[in-house]
C-alpha cells in the first residue's frame, strides 16, 4: 500500500476517472439542451442525445421572432443597471465593515445576513401591489429594485471579506502623507480591492441574471419580461407546433453568459461564493 | 502634496506627558465621532435600500393579509381579521404544498450535504484535472435554472428524451406521476444546487491541518477514520453554515416546478402555491396571507438553527470583527 499523501500512477488513476465522472454528470444536462437546439423538427422526437440532423433553424427562430430579442435586452439592461448600483452601494458598506468601528456595524451585519436567507416569494404579494399603485409594475426599475436589495448581502460579504485582506498600512502611510480617508479611499485603497469588486459584481450579475420568480411575478408585457421568463412562455407559431426547439435554443443563448464568466473567472467565483458564505 | 509631507510634529508630541494624555484624548474622541459617522455615512444607502424594499412590503402584507382583497372583485375589499388565515390554514392545498416543500428540503439537503462532501473533497485533493473539475463544477451553480428545469423536463418527455428512453422506453410520462414528478424535481434540485454545498464545504477542509492528517496516518488511522475524527470535528462550522443556507434556499423551491409540474398533480411548493394564487387568481388577501406565512415559516427554522448550533452561526462571534 502507498504511503501516505504519495503520488502513485495508480491514485492518479483513480483520481483521473472520478474527475471524469464529476465533469460527466456536470455536463450532461448541459450538453442535451445543446444537442435538442441543433436538431430538425423531424428528428426532435426521436430520443437521440446526439442529434443525427444538424441545423441552426431554432436559432434563427428565436432571433426573427422579435419577442426573445426584446427580452433578452431586458435581462441584460436589468441585470446591468442592478449590477451596477448593488455593487456600489455594497462597496461603500463593505468598507465601512471591514474597516471602521461604529455602532449599528453588527445590526448591519445581521440583517444583510437576514436577507440572504429571506424567502423572495414573501415579498411577492406587497410588492405586487405597491409597484402596481406606484406604476412601477413591469417596468425596468419595478425589478431591478428587489434585485439590488437581494444582491446587497452578497455584494456586502464577498467585497468586505477581500477588503479584509487589503494590506491596510498603505492606507496609514497615505494618510501620514496628508492624504485625506476619502483621498486614501480613492487613490491607494480602490485599485488593491478591484479584484473583490469584480468578483462581487460577477456573482451578483448572475443572480440577477438567473431570477425567475421576481421576473415573472412582476412582469407582465414585452416591456420588462427578462430572458428566462420570456422562454417559459414561449409557444409554436401555431398551436400545433412543438416549441421545444425554440425553447432549447434560447435556452443556450441565456446560458452562453454563464460559461463564458466560468471560464474566465473560475478562480474569483470560487473564492468569492467562499469568502463571502462564511467569513462574513 | 510636499508641503503637507513636511508637516510639523504634532503640537502634542512636544509637549509633557500630562498635557499629552489630555489633548490625546479629546483628539480620539473627536476622530471616534468622525469615524463613526463615516460608517453610518457609508452604510446608510445600502442599508436603506434593504429595509425599504424588504421591511416596508412585509408589514404592508400583514395588513394586506387582514382583508378580503381580490383583484377581480375590488369592490368586495373588507378587513376581515383573521379569515383568510383561517381558510388557508384549514385547506388541503396549503398543508399538501408545505409537505411537498419539506420533503423536497430535507432530501434534496440530506443528499446534498453527502455528495456535497465527497465532491469537496475531490475539488480539494485530486491530484489531476483540479481546474478543470472546478470550472465543471460550477456551470450547474451559474446556470439559470430554468435552463437547467428544461432540459430535464425535456430528458424526462417520452419520446424526446434521452432519461425517458433509457428508464422506460418513453411508456409513461414521469412528470405527470405525483411520486416520479417529486423524484425529478429533488434530481434537478440537487444537480443544481449540490456544486454550491461542496463550494461551502471546501472551506471547511481548507482549514483541516495538513500535519493531523499526516500524523493520523503515522499512528495507523485508515482514510475513514481520519475523516471522521481528524476532519469532521474541524469542518463543523462550514457545514453548519452550508446546511443552513440550502435549507433556506431549498425551501424557497420554485423555478423547478414552475417548469417541471406547474404544479400539477399536487406538486406544488409553497412558493408555487402563492404564486398561483396572487398572479393567476389575483387573490392579493390569500397571497400575502401565504406570504405571511411562509415568512414565518422561514423564521422559525432559522430561529431553530441558530438556537440549536449557536455559535457556530454566521453573524455572531466571527461577525464581530
Not at chain 2, 4 to 26: C, I, K, L, S
Request: hydrophobic share 55%.
Amino acid at each position: 500500500m502507498a504511503a501516505f499523501g504519495e503520488v502513485t500512477a495508480g491514485r492518479k488513476w483513480r483520481w483521473g476517472v472520478l474527475d471524469a465522472l464529476v465533469i460527466a454528470l456536470a455536463l450532461v444536462p448541459v450538453l442535451w439542451i445543446v444537442s435538442l437546439s441543433f436538431k430538425t423538427p423531424q428528428t426532435l422526437t426521436d430520443g437521440r442525445f446526439i442529434p443525427r440532423e444538424w441545423t441552426l433553424e431554432n436559432y434563427r427562430t428565436i432571433f426573427t421572432t422579435g419577442l426573445f430579442t426584446r427580452a433578452l435586452i431586458n435581462s441584460i439592461g436589468i441585470a446591468l443597471i442592478a449590477t451596477a448600483i448593488a455593487v456600489l452601494l455594497g462597496l461603500l458598506a463593505a468598507y465601512a465593515v471591514a474597516r471602521l468601528n461604529f455602532p449599528g456595524k453588527r445590526t448591519l451585519v445581521a440583517v444583510s445576513l437576514l436577507i440572504a436567507m429571506f424567502p423572495q416569494v414573501s415579498l411577492v404579494s406587497p410588492l405586487f401591489e405597491i409597484e402596481r399603485r406606484l406604476g412601477l409594475f413591469d417596468t425596468w426599475p419595478g425589478l431591478i429594485l428587489p434585485y439590488i436589495t437581494f444582491a446587497l448581502p452578497l455584494a456586502i460579504y464577498t467585497q468586505s471579506a477581500f477588503f479584509r485582506q487589503i494590506p491596510w498600512d498603505l492606507e496609514k502611510a497615505a494618510k501620514m502623507d496628508g492624504a485625506t480617508q476619502g483621498q486614501a479611499f480613492r487613490k491607494v485603497i480602490a485599485p488593491l480591492a478591484a479584484p473583490g469588486v469584480v468578483t462581487s459584481a460577477i456573482l451578483v450579475f448572475i443572480f440577477c441574471w438567473n431570477d425567475f420568480l421576481f421576473a415573472v411575478s412582476l412582469t407582465s408585457t414585452e416591456a420588462s419580461r427578462t430572458a428566462p421568463v420570456a422562454l417559459s412562455f414561449f409557444t409554436g407559431e401555431s398551436q400545433f407546433e412543438d416549441p421545444t426547439g425554440s425553447i432549447s435554443a434560447a435556452a443556450v443563448v441565456i446560458t452562453i453568459p454563464i460559461v463564458i464568466f466560468v471560464l474566465l473567472f473560475q478562480r474569483r467565483i470560487v473564492s468569492g461564493l467562499t469568502a463571502g458564505a462564511v467569513k462574513g | 502634496m510636499t508641503e503637507e509631507t513636511y508637516r510639523p510634529q504634532p503640537a502634542a508630541e512636544a509637549a509633557p506627558p500630562a498635557r499629552r494624555g489630555r489633548r490625546g484624548r479629546r483628539a480620539l474622541s473627536a476622530g471616534r465621532l468622525a469615524e463613526w459617522r463615516l460608517g453610518w455615512l457609508l452604510c446608510a444607502p445600502a442599508a436603506l435600500v434593504m429595509l425599504i424594499v424588504t421591511a416596508y412590503p412585509i408589514l404592508y402584507s400583514i395588513w394586506l393579509s387582514l382583508q378580503r382583497y381580490d383583484l377581480r372583485f375590488p369592490d368586495d375589499r373588507e378587513f376581515v381579521g383573521l379569515a383568510n388565515y383561517a381558510t388557508v390554514l384549514t385547506n388541503g392545498f396549503w398543508w399538501n404544498a408545505f409537505a411537498v416543500t419539506v420533503l423536497i428540503t430535507v432530501v434534496s439537503v440530506a443528499v446534498e450535504l453527502v455528495l456535497g462532501m465527497g465532491l469537496a473533497l475531490i475539488m480539494h485533493r485530486t491530484l489531476v484535472g483540479r481546474g478543470l473539475v472546478r470550472t465543471a463544477t460550477l456551470v450547474p451553480y451559474g446556470i439559470v435554472t430554468v435552463v437547467a428545469a428544461f432540459s430535464w423536463r425535456y430528458a424526462w418527455t417520452p419520446g424526446t428524451g434521452y432519461l425517458a428512453e433509457l428508464t422506460t422506453g418513453g411508456a409513461t410520462d414521469p412528470l405527470t406521476e405525483r411520486a416520479s414528478a417529486l423524484a425529478i424535481i429533488i434530481l434537478a434540485e440537487i444537480w443544481k444546487t449540490t456544486p454550491f454545498m461542496a463550494l461551502l464545504l471546501m472551506t471547511g477542509l481548507a482549514l483541516v491541518p495538513e500535519d493531523l492528517l499526516k500524523a493520523a496516518a503515522v499512528d495507523g488511522a485508515g482514510p475513514w477514520q481520519r475523516f471522521v475524527r481528524v476532519m469532521l470535528p474541524v469542518m463543523k462550522p462550514a457545514i453548519l453554515v452550508a446546511l443552513l443556507f440550502r435549507t433556506l434556499d431549498a425551501f424557497r423551491i420554485f423555478d423547478h416546478i414552475f417548469i417541471l409540474t406547474g404544479g400539477a398533480n399536487e406538486t406544488s411548493s409553497v412558493s408555487m402555491l402563492t404564486y398561483t394564487n396572487l398572479i393567476q387568481g389575483l387573490n392579493l388577501g390569500i397571497g400575502s396571507t401565504l406570504s405571511v406565512l411562509i415568512f414565518i415559516a422561514v423564521a422559525i427554522i432559522a430561529f431553530l438553527f441558530v438556537k440549536l448550533f449557536g455559535t457556530a452561526a454566521p453573524g455572531s462571534a466571527q461577525e464581530a470583527g
